[in-house]
């Protein structure tokens, strides 16, 4: 009966006050709204991996470096590519496979023409630790034969149509081109895994050609996943890892290997949110920003709602005098407005679940996602959620409607509004409201700000006409390809200059002891303990200080007409060779400017000259700090180098030549050309989308908070009407009772900074810390995040301040 009851008394209160239903019940379904969406959001980022069976039981062995005062300390996913077998070795029985290449390492050669796919290398145990779903074939049984692959439900489609797959030749490249027999095929892998293959070979029983570093520790070719039925199975077994490491590992890092390399063991299910160095921290984050952000503007809305039924709360204080009268007791009348405030809670959720539906198309469009709503999951999560709110959001109401004295409110020719408790009350709720929403858009203010200014920063190279070729590379090309390519390259019009270095802009974190293709060298200092000072070694061939034009700040360039420059031979050479630096290294090594490092010889037995200094080139991601950075010289072509292209004018064209002049020459390598400014954008991308997710979270949080003070603000005007009539029969003009009422309701708002500052404050602080080049965090970005919300506030009171203070004096004294 009571909740036919409340069902009934919901349904008149909304019909009978439609601007207030209105207001509450759309305040409280954009916050469920925004709340959905990025809870969508976060439950996507943190379900990756988790669709494996067995999740829990996988691991990851991380490659850890502890080299003194290295920028390149920490742990990486990738590991020696020979390690399993050695660990096999030492530990029988042991569950575990290697991934070698995946998203874009390998090809598929169809009409003569290679292009690129994802293709991994794996063991024929892969099957033991990744239980992938099979649409046909046996998965451990393809994996046993050398010439046998796998490839995924997609793949099979684009490939052979709607032929069977099974039994058909592939020409797939990895260390070069091999026809394979597909001998089974995989369902594809879905978006929330960074397991990226459509191809799966199996991984080479001998070192291939090339691979020098099979067995070489230190290095980082392949990811290592091993599987332990428990946990206590896997601390069992990273307990023995150190003494592992000094069994195999031997003298090359010094008397004990464990003070510079160690292997962590990571949960797969961590490793989406764990990458590499600082991008780590930065993606946990943002995880948590948008969490918080979600989670706030649920509460603002909660918050709206309770300020608003009880402002609302006098409007049914007769109906409550009534009841009580006829018997109704206070217990009967809480559950009732209990019940209420549930439904209500209820028909927001379900208005914010529609409105969720409508803003996901956009949301996916604008941040790059592929969000849904899983009604399976969500839907008891939903009716917990409209409980919970409602609950929460009715209590105070409810309390407060049961309590109004029948006799006194019978009596009374007004209706009570809570008194000036109930007026503080209501303040303080504002505050709260407006002091979230304005800390939010501060936080969106300085994300942007500080993204824009990643973007617009001197990485010491102009960024515009530059075109990489990463797949100049390759294993795959011979050294007579790699020469008629550069010539072919310098003869298309507009190419400015054609350079090749083993990094180029964009690059991440290869390995344990690459960045990039860039490896690390260490400088002795003299005098100082340790090894020496660890910098970032880059190996440069023609034309590559032409084509970034840094600026060079003393001595020269490195060039082909001086024979000391040439570093071809730079571990033989007992005479040494000559290096440029950046002017990173020079205040590293210890010199006052760069004019005086000009001339100075470094590095000990292996002495290396300094002949030019040149401001840092920023090739690596902005979270990481510049490293210092040697530049070594080859007047062929450097081991692994990749190409780079600087040009001037049409852009499709110069790309167009590209790919005509690699197609004839180099048909059986895939392509990989590509814009600076297309492959440092994704370094910013991560940033971008949480911008917009939290610029979108915090507008609508401030149009929350507005809707609350229009509601309250058209209340408070009806209820001071009297008041109004006399001041305007005492003399006081329409501007008079304007500023009275708008100064009234902006001071909340005002205080609500007092709360904003300071939390926004800590959390951009900490956030602005994951970057080596940051904004300053000025008051500026406060300051404009309280005007605009001060601005929304003062439009959204001025309309009914103007309508309350233009009332006739006659009319306002008769009005209830």
């Known amino acids: 009966m009571t909740n036919r009851y409340a069902l009934l008394s919901l349904y008149r209160s909304l019909t009978r006050h439609r601007l207030y239903a209105a207001l509450d019940i759309g305040g409280l379904a954009v916050g469920v709204a925004v709340f959905l969406v990025l809870g969508l959001y976060v439950r996507f980022e943190t379900s990756f991996e988790r669709w494996l069976p067995r999740h829990d039981q996988i691991y990851l062995i991380q490659t850890e470096l502890h080299l003194p005062g290295s920028p390149f300390n920490g742990a990486y996913p990738a590991s020696m590519a020979g390690m399993l077998e050695q660990l096999r070795e030492d530990f029988p029985g042991l569950t575990g496979t290697r991934i070698r290449g995946g998203a874009g390492a390998g090809s598929v050669t169809r009409n003569g023409i290679a292009q690129r796919e994802d293709v991994a290398q794996v063991d024929a145990s892969f099957f033991d630790v990744f239980d992938l779903p099979m649409v046909a074939g046996d998965g451990r049984r393809a994996l046993a034969d050398p010439s046998a692959a796998l490839v995924s439900r997609s793949a099979a489609r684009k490939y052979f149509g709607s032929a069977d797959p099974i039994g058909q030749t592939m020409t797939i490249g990895f260390d070069g081109p091999q026809v394979f027999r597909v001998a089974g095929v995989f369902e594809d892998l879905p978006a929330n895994s960074d397991l990226r293959a459509a191809i799966l070979t199996p991984i080479p029983r001998t070192p291939p050609p090339m691979r020098w570093d099979w067995y070489r520790w230190g290095t980082a070719a392949v990811m290592t996943f091993v599987r332990f039925p428990t946990r206590a199975a896997a601390d069992a077994f990273a307990a023995k890892l150190p003494a592992f490491l000094k069994r195999r590992v031997g003298h ?103 409105l969720t539906e409508l803003a996901l198309p956009f949301v996916n469009a604008t941040a790059g996602l592929s969000l849904s709503v899983p009604y399976a999951t969500l839907v008891p999560a939903l009716i917990a959620l409209a409980a919970g709110v409602g609950v929460i959001a009715g209590s105070y109401p409810a309390l407060l409607l049961s309590r109004f004295p029948a006799a006194a409110v019978l009596a009374s020719a007004r209706t009570p509004g809570g008194g000036r408790a ?143 420059d040439d570093a071809t031979d730079w571990t033989k050479g007992k005479d040494g060779f000559n290096v440029v630096v950046d002017r990173t290294a020079v205040a590293a090594l210890g010199f006052r400017s760069p004019q005086a490092a000009i001339g100075q010889t470094v590095g000990g037995a292996q002495p290396r000259t300094i002949v030019g200094v040149i401001e840092p080139l920023r090739f690596f991601s902005p979270r990481r700090p510049q490293s210092p950075t040697f530049y070594f010289h080859y007047p062929a072509l450097p081991p692994r180098g990749m190409a780079t292209l600087r040009y001037a004018g049409d852009a499709r064209a110069v790309q167009a030549a590209v790919a005509a002049a690699w197609h004839r020459i180099a048909p059986q390598v895939p392509l990989v050309a590509e814009p600076v400014d297309r492959r440092l954008r994704e ?34 005007a009806a209820r001071r009407m009297h008041e109004i009539g006399i001041r305007k029969v005492l003399g006081a003009s329409s501007g008079d009772i304007a500023r009275l009422l708008t100064g009234q309701f902006l001071r909340p708002v005002v205080i609500a900074n007092l709360l904003a500052w300071p939390l926004a404050w800590v959390a951009m602080r900490k956030w602005l810390a994951g970057f080596s080049d940051r904004i300053a965090l000025s008051p500026l970005y406060f300051l404009t995040a309280s005007l605009l919300a001060l601005l929304v506030a003062v439009a959204t009171i001025l309309f009914q301040s103007l309508r309350a203070s233009r009332a006739a004096p006659a009319w306002a004294l008769r009005h209830d």
């Open 422 to 564: 109930g007026t503080r009350l209501r303040e303080v709720l504002v505050v709260v409201q407006f002091g979230l929403a304005i800390a939010l858009l501060t936080g969106t203010l300085v994300l942007v700000a500080q993204t824009r200014h990643l973007r617009q920063t001197d990485l010491g190279f102009r960024r515009d006409g530059l075109l990489t070729l990463p797949s100049f590379a390759a294993d795959d090309l011979a050294r007579e390809q790699r020469q008629a390519l550069l010539a072919a390259f310098r003869a298309i019009p507009g190419v400015v200059a054609v350079g090749t270095a083993d990094a180029v802009p964009g690059d991440g974190v290869a390995s344990a002891t690459e960045q990039g293709g860039a490896g690390v060298d260490i400088i002795a200092m003299p005098g100082q303990p340790g090894p020496g000072l660890t910098v970032l070694r880059v190996n440069s061939g023609p034309d590559f200080f032409r084509a970034y034009a840094p600026r060079l700040l003393a001595g020269r360039l490195l060039d082909d007409a001086h024979r000391r």
């Open 683 to 716: 370094f910013y991308a991560a940033d971008d989308r949480a911008a917009r997710l939290l610029g979108v979270g915090a507008l609508l949080a401030v149009a929350i908070a507005c809707i609350g003070l229009w509601g309250l603000a058209a209340f408070n």
């Open 252 to 354: 090359d890092f010094g008397p004990d290997p464990n003070a510079i390399l160690s292997l962590p063991l990571l949960p797969l299910t961590d490793l989406h949110l764990q990458p590499p160095g600082a991008e780590s921290a930065s993606r946990v984050a943002a995880l948590v920003t948008l969490a918080i952000v979600g989670a706030l503007t649920l509460l603002i809305a909660i918050v709206n709602y309770v300020n608003l039924a009880t402002a609302r709360a006098g409007l049914r204080a007769r109906e409550v005098a009534m009841r009580k009268v006829v018997g109704a007791s206070r217990g009967a009348l809480i559950a009732q407005f209990m019940a209420e405030a549930v439904l209500a809670s209820a028909l927001a959720t379900l208005v914010g679940l529609i």
